[in-house]
């Protein structure tokens, strides 16, 4: 009895390398453009929910798959919410990324008033807020009311009275961060390292980010 199919001709070796590399490549992109990538705090902006040596994973597609080239919504998995801490382009410079946690969606009225945040005129829940100066600055502490224009959103930090937000951009860039530079929302501590003391807080590792 006779095999009469035909012997594949054998690949040769530099193309099977090529096809591996570019493979590994795509999938490289895949899971950068559409997965999570990870991000270090550099700042205390996020104090006390995020420190300085914080590092974390921000999941690229918790609003949505983008078109990586024109960062359109491909296919839409939700709308950022209040609370939400996201990594962004920032406003004044669109080759850095900062984080902060949204405070004001878009059509909502924002108010910051001896530094308790109102939406819509009325007090928020803010368990987020944290303060280390008891003296209110009028530049810091009393803001707006402004109006969130559709399709961006107000953005604060934790350390409220440390933190370059919204708030302060607001003359210069309308201080608002469109939702095309979301980049995506932060979920997870994966590694914690202290500068000061060449320490790992190891107590960090795996905490969830809310």
Known sequence: MFNRRKDKPKKPAWREYLEAILW???LALLIRT??????????????????IGDHLLV??????FKN?????????MGEPQRGDVVVFRFPEDKDKDFIKRIMGL????VQVKGKTVYINGKPVKD??????????????DDFGPVKVPQNKY???GDNRDQSYDS???FNRRGGFVPKEDILGKAFIIYWSWEGHTFGVRLGRVGDLIN
Do not use: C
């Open 167 to 169: 708030r302060f951009w």
């Open 68 to 76: 990586p080239f024109t960062d359109k919504v491909l296919i839409p």
């Open 106 to 109: 878009p059509g909502e009225i």
């Open 59 to 64: 999941s690229k597609s918790s609003y949505g």
């Open 127 to 140: 368990p987020w807020g944290h303060f280390t100066d008891r003296t209110i600055n009028p530049t810091r």
């Open 34 to 51: 559409w997965g999570v990538q990870a991000f270090k705090i550099p700042s205390g902006s996020m104090i006390p929910t995020l420190l």
């Open 154 to 156: 107000f953005v604060m």
């Open 24 to 26: 590994a490549v795509v």
